[in-house]
C-alpha cells in the first residue's frame, strides 16, 4: 500500500513550457485534490475531484487543468508555465466527500518556472 | 468564506518546555477542525481533529487541542516538546455542509531547540 505518489519529485521549466504532474493513490478513494504550498500562505487547493469524471474549481485555479479518467489517477496539467507558477504541489485523496474525513498527501512536487 | 488564522508564524522553544501554536477560525456554523503537521521535506500528516464531542482532543506525539466555540478557536497543545517536533504545523477547517476540502491556515514553524 504505497498511499498517495507524485513524480516528478523536482521539476524545473521555462516560461510558456507545459508539463503534468502525475498523483495516484491506490487507497480507492473517491476523492482527490491539487494544492499549492507558497511560503506565508498555507496550501491553496487548485482543483478537486468527488470521483472519476467529477472535477470543479478550487481556490486558485487559473492556468491549471485537470482530469479524472479512473479513480486512482489524478494528473494536474500546467499548459503554459508562468514563474508565478513556481511553487510546492501537494496531491492528496480522502476517503468520501463529506469534511470529516482525513487526508492523505502526497511527499510534493517542488516546481521552478524560470 | 471561512478562514483560519494562524497568529505565529515562527515559535522557538527550548527542549522539554510547553507549547501552544494559536488557531482561530472564522464561521458562524459549525466546522470541523483539524491540525496537520509537515516534516522537512515531506507532506502534511494528520494529528488530530476535531468533528464533535469533547473539546479537548488528542492526537498523535502527545499533542493535543482544545476546541472553543464562543472564542472560535483551536489551539494545539504539548506539555514538552522534543527536538523531533521541530516541523510546520498547520490549521485547517472544512464545513460539514461542503464537497469542498481544507482551508488551511498559513502555517506556524515549530523550532525546538537543544
Known amino acids: 500500500n504505497a498511499g498517495v505518489t507524485q513524480t516528478p519529485k523536482f521539476q524545473v521549466l521555462k516560461t510558456g513550457q507545459s508539463m503534468t504532474l502525475q498523483c495516484a493513490q491506490d487507497?480507492?478513494?473517491?476523492?482527490m485534490s491539487w494544492y499549492r504550498q507558497d511560503p506565508g500562505m498555507g496550501l491553496r487547493l487548485i482543483h478537486y475531484?468527488?470521483?472519476?469524471?467529477?472535477?470543479d474549481q478550487g481556490e486558485v485555479p487559473n492556468g491549471y487543468n485537470v482530469s479524472r479518467s479512473t479513480t486512482e489517477d489524478f494528473p494536474l496539467r500546467l499548459l503554459s508555465a508562468a514563474p508565478s507558477q513556481t511553487s510546492v504541489y501537494f496531491c492528496?485523496?480522502?476517503?468520501?466527500?463529506?469534511?470529516?474525513?482525513?487526508?492523505?498527501f502526497g511527499p510534493g512536487t517542488r516546481l521552478t518556472v524560470l | 468564506a471561512q478562514s483560519v488564522t494562524q497568529l505565529d508564524s515562527q515559535v522557538p522553544v527550548f527542549e522539554e518546555a510547553p507549547v501552544e501554536l494559536r488557531c482561530n477560525y472564522s464561521s458562524s456554523v459549525s466546522v470541523y477542525l483539524f491540525w496537520y503537521v509537515q516534516y522537512p521535506n515531506q507532506g502534511l500528516q494528520l494529528l488530530l481533529k476535531y468533528l464533535s464531542g469533547s473539546t479537548l482532543v488528542k492526537g498523535i506525539n502527545g499533542f493535543e487541542a482544545e476546541f472553543n466555540k464562543s472564542q472560535t478557536s483551536f489551539h494545539l497543545r504539548k506539555p514538552s516538546v522534543h527536538i523531533s517536533d521541530t516541523a510546520e504545523y498547520f490549521c485547517?477547517?472544512?464545513?460539514?455542509?461542503?464537497?469542498?476540502?481544507?482551508?488551511f491556515g498559513s502555517g506556524t514553524q515549530l523550532t525546538v531547540l537543544p
Open positions: 475531484s468527488v470521483g472519476a469524471g467529477i472535477t
Open positions: 492528496a485523496s480522502r476517503t468520501g466527500t463529506g469534511g470529516a474525513d482525513t487526508q492523505y
Open positions: 485547517a477547517v472544512s464545513d460539514p455542509g461542503s464537497a469542498r476540502q481544507l482551508t
Open positions: 487507497m480507492n478513494h473517491e476523492y
